[in-house]
């Protein structure tokens, strides 16, 4: 198909199942566990990513993120996990960002040393705090940008031209972002991971995780992924199909929201903090605008001292307070007792993360709607 196809083109029709036999608007579901392996090209197997509804959802995501190939897995934490252990043996460094979503975090600190992986955090998302980790041994740099929780940026293009140099693989969680916001491909990552569950997923009803890379590297990824067993099932992949179909129209739409709302929170007096790229007081604004096609649905507030961050949000009602985040209507959450409960309190306030901090997941309705909302919970508890 034609890579110069427009977003939404790709978006619906990139990775479509033909319905042969009835000539069907949409995909076909191919439920099928078992196939024939005498006399055909292919042997299909789920566990092996290859049914027709699962290898034509990995073209689908491989070209909404211009690369080659791609995977698609059971989870986010399925996706990274196949793809780290792909890359990483007994005897091999990794370096990782600071602050990364809570479940990878505790992934590298809990399974790493079993395995007799190294691996060294960075002090912040600076290119600078990454140069002097760097050992014989480190054979990937993982990012994640914009991170969970706190929004922070890292320049996609030094990592990966830093990464070259060394002959280091480069990994990057863009789950925050989308697709629709960033595509590090370009920029020169290597391999490029989703929780699908959130924006390519986007209406809260499915688990599922995304790799996309060269087909070299989907190759070697694969050879690690079948042994882990974290594929997905063919009536999630359809739904997962289905929602790409709307990602870009969902995600331009939460975008421009987040803004909105963050230009709100900024100028309230009754947050003393807010962390959204898109706003000009975000100490990486710039850098955000130079890699990035929009700043996002994500951002994190901190109310000021004396309003609880609990009260707040258990006062809310059109806004829901909701562990994951991305789909289509808007959620908060804590993270210090959620995405970073397994951190100790220690490791969290290190990284910026404090109980009063709230993650906000910005939907796609009206936002006079979400501020009257706000501005009623407020009152409630005041």
């Not at 986010?76 to 990364?100: C, E, N, Y």
């Not at 359809?238 to 709302?261: C, D, F, G, P, Y």
């Not at 985040?325 to 220690?346: D, I, K, M, N, Y």
Request: hydrophobic share 40%.
């Amino acid at each position: 198909m034609n890579k110069n196809l427009g977003i939404n083109t790709k978006c619906v029709h990139v990775g479509e199942v033909e319905d042969k036999q009835f000539k069907g608007a949409v995909s076909p579901i191919y439920m099928a566990t078992s196939y024939a392996f005498d006399g055909v090209d292919v042997k299909r197997y789920p566990r092996y990513f290859n049914t027709p509804n699962q290898e034509m959802l990995c073209k689908k995501i491989a070209t909404l993120e211009n690369c080659e190939a791609g995977l698609i897995f059971g989870s986010g934490m399925a996706a990274i996990s196949a793809a780290l252990f792909a890359f990483l043996k007994t005897g091999d460094h990794v370096i990782i960002q600071q602050v990364i979503y809570g479940g990878t975090y505790n992934l590298i600190v809990e399974e790493f040393e079993k395995y007799g992986i190294e691996y060294s955090f960075t002090d912040s998302d600076k290119i600078e705090d990454f140069i002097p980790l760097i050992k014989e041994n480190t054979k990937v740099l993982y990012i994640e940008t914009p991170s969970n929780p706190l929004l922070g940026i890292t320049d996609i293009k030094a990592i990966a031209s830093l990464a070259k140099e060394q002959n280091i693989i480069t990994m990057i969680d863009n789950t925050f972002a989308s697709p629709i916001n960033q595509t590090p491909a370009d920029f020169g990552i290597d391999i490029i991971l989703h929780s699908a569950t959130k924006y390519m997923g986007g209406h809260s009803d499915i688990s599922a995780g995304a790799i996309a890379a060269s087909q070299e590297h989907i190759d070697l990824i694969w050879k690690t992924a079948i042994n882990f067993g974290g594929n997905l099932s063919d009536q999630t992949v359809w739904l997962l199909e289905r929602s790409l179909k709307t990602l870009n129209l969902r995600v331009k739409e939460q975008t421009k929201n987040a803004q909105i709302m963050a230009e709100y929170f900024e100028s309230n007096s009754n947050f003393e903090k807010v962390y959204y790229p898109g706003l000009k007081s975000h100490p990486q604004h710039k850098l955000a605008k130079s890699q990035m096609h929009g700043f996002g649905a994500m951002l994190s507030f901190e109310l000021k001292e004396g309003i609880d961050a609990m009260d707040f949000q258990r006062n809310l009602k059109l806004i829901k307070p909701s562990l994951s985040l991305a789909g289509l209507e808007s959620t908060t959450v804590s993270p210090a007792q959620t995405t970073h409960a397994l951190l100790s309190e220690e490791e969290r306030l290190k990284r910026g993360i404090s109980d009063g901090l709230i993650r906000f997941s910005v939907g796609i309705e009206e936002t006079k709607d979400l501020i009257a909302d706000i501005e009623q919970a407020l009152s409630s508890i005041q």
